[in-house]
């Protein structure tokens, strides 16, 4: 059974820093492609980052430059860095499969507020 479990959010002010963490369990995590979501109130959930199995990213443009995807495939662990922090980055972030290969059950997610 898939599960996801993010970690690392809180309170920061702009222009500060967080790192989330996902930890996966009960897939072939070294193969899959995965990714950072979010969602803020009112929205639709949204692609924030994907990394693919050899390590190569992308980015959703609202993101770019200022967050950074990783992965130890040893640990079964994804990571999102988020510098440079801004008040619309206010959203649950969870982390789940790159969507175009099928989604997995939602974990709890991890809350991101920033304070103007």
């Known amino acids: 059974q898939v599960q996801l479990v993010e970690s690392g959010g809180g309170l920061v002010q702009a222009g500060g820093s967080l790192r989330l963490s996902c930890a996966a369990s009960?897939?072939?995590?070294?193969?899959?492609?995965m990714a950072w979501y979010r969602q803020a109130p009112g929205n639709q959930r949204e692609l924030v980052a994907g990394i693919i199995p050899s390590g190569t990213t992308n980015y959703a443009d609202s993101v770019k430059g200022r967050f950074t995807i990783s992965r130890d495939n040893a640990k079964k662990m994804v990571y999102l860095q988020m510098n440079i922090l801004e008040p619309e980055d206010t959203a649950v972030y969870y982390c789940?499969?790159?969507?175009?290969?099928?989604?997995?059950?939602w974990g709890q997610g991890t809350q991101v507020t920033v304070s103007s």
């Open positions: 789940n499969r790159d969507r175009r290969f099928g989604l997995w059950s």
């Open positions: 009960g897939i072939p995590f070294s193969n899959v492609a």
